[in-house]
């Protein structure tokens, strides 16, 4: 993961995962191509949001957005993040956290504390993120934040 993006991970109940394929398979989600045998790659994409979900051959799945982002895609990511992870009985995965570490913060269905962890991470993230490039926000996927922000390219 880059500087550029937040990412949490589901880890979902072996018996739920082609359950979980199926929902991603089906609208807000798009299915995105992959040269990767194996992996899938999705895309939720609304007008004010974009968040990027990869499945791997284990079934774990990643969530991700960039963080220039308008704050409201926090809410919108724990919203999927637990309705999929409730879906699935899923394992929950804070990446990073405590922030600068490489260790994870877990969480279990029914997820208490998941709503607070996930937007302090966030924050700090961002905060982070706004300090290296200031609090321009867009709706941009990570590769296109990393190209405008990072790379100074214009859309």
Known sequence: MGFEAFRAIAVP???HISQLHKTLNR???RHLSSDSPGWD??????S???IEL???PDGELSFRFALCQPGTVDQALLEMISALGSQSSALIKL???PPGSDTATEFLPPYNGLQ???FNAIKTRRDRWQAAFGSTTAVLTCAEAVERFMLGSEH
């Open 54 to 56: 990869e499945l791997d």
């Open 27 to 29: 609208a807000p989600f």
């Open 95 to 97: 990446i990073g956290q």
């Open 48 to 50: 004010s949001h974009i």
């Open 41 to 46: 790659y999705f895309e939720y994409r609304d």
């Open 116 to 118: 607070s962890a996930l």
């Open 13 to 15: 109940d072996k018996i």
